[in-house]
């Protein structure tokens, strides 16, 4: 059974950076799209990026390309580094992952079917 934990979000001012962590156990990786959902407050969620191991390639959504970077540690770790964060950042971020899933179809249509999620972390941008 696959888990996954996320954490190091918080609070930070317009502008900022946060670098928010997803540690997975109870599989490898290489099966799987790793993906980070955010959910603002009042809106539908979203999937903003996603990785594949097994497809070598990373998908950003419009909206945090070139703020974002997703990116794999040691010990079963997916990273999400944020940078230039603005008010419209602010949502629960979700870490996700689907097994052999497109990375871009993944966070663009079966995000909201992940069977393994865990249970968020906010991030908060004030102006």
């Known amino acids: 059974q696959l888990q996954l934990v996320e954490s190091g979000g918080g609070l930070v001012e317009v502008g900022g950076s946060l670098t928010l962590s997803c540690t997975i156990s109870?599989?490898?990786?290489?099966?799987?799209?790793i993906g980070w959902i955010r959910q603002a407050p009042g809106k539908e969620r979203e999937g903003i990026s996603c990785?594949?191991?097994?497809?070598?390639?990373t998908y950003y959504k419009d909206s945090v390309r070139g703020r974002f970077t997703m990116s794999r540690g040691a010990a079963n770790t997916v990273y999400l580094s944020m940078s230039n964060l603005k008010p419209e950042d602010t949502a629960v971020y979700y870490c996700?992952?689907?097994?052999?899933?497109?990375?871009?179809?993944?966070?663009?249509?079966?995000?909201?079917?992940?069977?393994?999620r865990g249970q968020g972390t906010q991030v908060t941008v004030s102006s």
């Open positions: 996700a992952a689907i097994k052999l899933a497109p990375v871009r179809t993944m966070c663009e249509e079966l995000y909201p079917h992940a069977r393994y």
């Open positions: 109870g599989a490898t990786l290489e099966s799987y799209t």
């Open positions: 990785t594949s191991q097994r497809y070598s390639s």
